[in-house]
């Protein structure tokens, strides 16, 4: 059992340059969720699927996009990135209103120069 | 939208003592508070979660306790050990949009 897996785990880009982070579950989760680590900042919410076909923006959704491709896939893309989104990147599946923990992937560390 | 703040952000504490993280959240419609522990390097990880009818849980040396009407939530670490040495995050889920919101962490440090 996997769990939810995240891909890749390290990627340096270019200002400008675009690419897509993966996640995928094997719990049959509905909700998926992608957080960004900063130092000092904990964990915030840049988007979110309560179930499949629907995605939510969170607090920082800006310069971010996301489809849910199925149940199992929840991808975050960066269309032009920029050094303010250097970050660790968290994917998490799990939990339905006050039932069930989600579950993190191992992150993928993002730098941008 | 929901907002969850914790406090404090750095706790040190003697091998064997007690430590308390404190957090508040704004959004009554959030029902269910996990709280995660973070080692370094690895990924966050649920120690201990409470559902909003629930008052109070323990788990071993680790407990939560939730007051609904003031809106705050507290983790309890008694007989406190170095491997307890970690960064702390509580956070709050709503119930109809499922949106997990966190706290900026606690980081805790045991010292020998």
């Known amino acids: 059992n996997a769990g939810v897996t995240q891909t890749p785990k390290f990627q340096v880009l270019k200002t400008g340059q675009s690419m897509t982070l993966q996640c995928a579950q094997d719990m049959n989760h509905n909700s998926m969720y992608w957080y960004r680590q900063d130092p000092g900042m904990g964990l915030r919410l840049i988007y979110y699927s309560a179930s499949e076909g629907t995605t939510d923006k969170g607090e920082v959704p800006n310069g971010y996009n996301v489809s849910r491709l199925n149940k199992r896939e929840f991808s975050l893309r960066l269309e032009s990135a920029a050094p303010s989104q250097t970050s660790v990147y968290f994917c998490?599946?799990?939990?339905?209103?006050?039932?069930?923990?989600?579950?993190f992937g191992q992150g993928t560390r993002l730098t941008v120069v | 939208g929901e907002n969850v703040e914790q406090h404090p952000s750095t706790l040190s504490v003697q091998e064997g003592d007690s430590a308390v993280i404190k957090c508040t959240y704004s959004?009554?419609?959030?029902?269910?508070f996990p709280w995660y522990k973070q080692e370094l390097g690895k990924r966050p990880q649920l120690i201990i979660d409470?559902?909003?009818?629930?008052g109070e849980k323990k788990d071993q040396r680790i407990a939560v306790t939730l007051n609904k009407t003031a809106k705050h939530f507290s983790l309890h670490i008694t007989e406190t050990q170095p491997e307890d040495s970690a960064v702390y995050f509580c956070a709050a889920r709503t119930g109809g949009g499922n949106k997990l919101t966190f706290g900026t962490g606690t980081q805790l440090k045991v010292e020998l």
């Open positions: 959004d009554s419609a959030s029902n269910y």
């Open positions: 998490a599946s799990g939990g339905q209103g006050a039932i069930g923990e989600a579950f």
């Open positions: 409470i559902r909003s009818n629930v």
